[in-house]
């Protein structure tokens, strides 16, 4: 069902929740939250939003039973700044924390100078995980961190546990040995993002019976470079055919990784009995990037809109958005409501 409202991200919050009631009532009631932040996914890479290559059956029962949004954007076209408005609630403005981070030099031909930002989530701000903490939530972050190394990581923003988080914006491989905290063991035959996935079934496991939990998810998938598994790759190489440049075969095969992760997570959320009490979000934090090498090689399309990741443009800043609420969220609404990252933690 389409759902047209004019609101205010403070009413918009409201009446996706009821206000914030939830987090007063019991801590027994209280919800977990899992929240899973995409790297570079284009707005339309989901095949519930229109996609028609890309095979995403979690992503799309995650849509059916919850809201999707149309009108969902990042408060940045690159990674930093908008996992910082995740995070804190606050435009990357307010934060001083305007680019990736540490950035770009300064480009000789360049007419304007690169501004100076913050190398690091400022400690001085208060995270989601800060403020879950003294409703008894236990957290954690598993993925990408992107916001600063030592003495910025998320166990210094309130997160109990850190695992494959530091400064760094990507890894060389999605294959192992991975140089990250908690996958030193890692092996060649490991792709990070089943070993993510592993490390968040562990934290459900073992929080599900200890009061609310919340779950960051920030996916190294589907960022550069491009790997995935060689069946995945096989199976959309004969579903695109021969001879076509494009769609990309190993991209489809990333976004069907975190498909697969995904629907493994709902799993285990349904094993431990704790599915009916948790909300599920899915975003992104850019829009895809178009092109890799130079421009040599289509990544994705981001197509009616213009651009795409690096860009202010609508292609470098609509995402998908999904949220699945039990008992709150009507299944199958659309929502044309304009919502931003910052919207997930909104702070006045």
């Given at each position: ?11 918009f919050?409201?009446g996706l929740g009821g206000?914030?009631?939830a987090?007063t009532?019991s801590?027994?009631r209280?919800p977990?939250?899992?929240l899973l932040?995409l790297?570079d ?5 989901f095949a519930?939003y229109?996609?028609?290559?890309h095979?995403?059956p979690h992503?799309d029962?995650?849509?059916a ?11 940045c ?6 996992r ?11 934060l001083?924390?305007t680019?990736?981070?540490?950035g ?7 007419k304007?100078?690169?501004p100076?930002f913050?190398q690091?989530?400022p400690l001085?701000?208060?995270t989601i995980?800060?403020a879950?903490?003294?409703l008894?939530?236990r957290t ?5 961190w992107?916001?600063?190394g030592?003495g ?9 546990v850190n ?6 914006g990507g890894?060389r491989?999605f294959?192992?040995?991975f140089d990250?905290p ?12 089943e ?7 562990k934290f459900i496991?073992?929080?599900?019976s200890k ?5 960051y998810l ?6 550069l470079?491009?790997n995935?598994?060689e069946?995945a790759?096989?199976?959309y190489r004969?579903k695109?055919?021969?001879?076509v ?6 991209y489809a095969a ?7 992760a ?5 799993k ?5 009995k704790v599915?009916d009490?948790?909300?599920?979000i ?8 178009r092109y890799?090498?130079g421009g040599?090689?289509?990544v994705?399309?981001?197509s009616?809109?213009?651009?795409g ?6 292609g470098g800043i609509?995402?998908?958005l999904?949220?699945y609420?039990p008992g709150v969220?009507k ?5 044309d409501?304009?919502?931003?990252s910052?919207?997930l933690?909104?702070?006045?």
């Amino acid at each position: 069902r389409q759902i047209h409202m004019k609101t205010t991200r403070r009413s918009f919050l409201a009446g996706l929740g009821g206000g914030l009631a939830a987090w007063t009532a019991s801590p027994a009631r209280r919800p977990n939250i899992v929240l899973l932040l995409l790297d570079d996914l284009g707005w339309r890479d989901f095949a519930c939003y229109g996609h028609k290559v890309h095979e995403t059956p979690h992503v799309d029962r995650l849509a059916a039973e919850g809201v999707k949004f149309t009108n969902a954007y990042a408060s940045c076209p690159v990674c930093s700044p908008t996992r910082a408005s995740i995070m804190t609630g606050k435009y990357p403005a307010r934060l001083q924390l305007t680019d990736w981070i540490p950035g770009r030099k300064q480009w000789p031909t360049a007419k304007l100078l690169v501004p100076k930002f913050e190398q690091q989530l400022p400690l001085a701000e208060t995270t989601i995980a800060e403020a879950l903490k003294p409703l008894g939530y236990r957290t954690a972050s598993i993925g990408k961190w992107h916001l600063g190394g030592k003495g910025s990581l998320p166990t210094d923003h309130g997160f109990d546990v850190n695992v494959a988080g530091d400064h760094r914006g990507g890894i060389r491989s999605f294959f192992g040995p991975f140089d990250l905290p908690g996958l030193e063991r890692s092996t060649k035959d490991d792709y990070i993002t089943e070993k993510l996935t592993e490390a968040a079934e562990k934290f459900i496991e073992e929080s599900a019976s200890k009061g609310p939990f919340f779950l960051y998810l920030p996916e190294y998938t589907v960022h550069l470079p491009l790997n995935a598994r060689e069946a995945a790759i096989e199976k959309y190489r004969k579903k695109i055919g021969p001879n076509v440049d494009f769609p990309d075969p190993v991209y489809a095969a990333m976004v069907e990784s975190f498909d697969e992760a995904l629907g493994r997570i709902r799993k285990k959320l349904a094993q431990m009995k704790v599915a009916d009490n948790t909300i599920i979000i899915v975003t992104s934090d850019n829009g895809g990037l178009r092109y890799e090498g130079g421009g040599k090689r289509l990544v994705t399309d981001n197509s009616p809109l213009r651009a795409g990741k690096g860009h202010l443009y609508e292609g470098g800043i609509r995402e998908p958005l999904i949220i699945y609420w039990p008992g709150v969220t009507k299944a199958g609404s659309v929502s044309d409501v304009p919502c931003s990252s910052i919207c997930l933690l909104y702070t006045s």
